[in-house]
């Protein structure tokens, strides 16, 4: 689930639902693009109902660093 290894701080922010894609994990992936552009991939099981319907359509994502790097969550 890792977002983005740029200098961001931690904020609330709205992004794009681009696409959403099976895995052969058996959850689902969502390819969110942030209002500046930057794209990526989301992972994790909670996303995994998302309906296609949401596609084309901005979504509320709380960006946060850990030791890791900066992180995406759905809010």
């Known amino acids: 689930m890792l977002a983005t290894l740029l200098p961001l701080p ?3 922010v709205q992004a794009r639902l681009l696409e959403i ?3 052969r994990s058996g959850f689902n992936t969502w ?3 942030l ?3 930057t794209q990526f991939d ?4 909670f996303l995994r109902s998302a309906p296609r319907e949401m596609i ?3 979504v ?6 850990n030791r890791l790097g ?3 969550e759905a809010e």
Do not use: D, H, I, K
């Not at 989301?42 to 099981?45: A, D, F, I, T």
């Not at 509320?60 to 660093?65: K, L, P, T, Y």
């Open 10 to 12: 931690p904020a609330l």
């Open 21 to 23: 894609r099976g895995s």
């Open 31 to 33: 390819v969110l693009e």
């Open 35 to 37: 209002e500046n552009g």
């Open 42 to 45: 989301v992972e994790y099981g």
């Open 56 to 58: 084309g359509q901005t």
């Open 60 to 65: 509320r994502v709380e960006m946060r660093e």
């Open 70 to 72: 900066y992180y995406v």
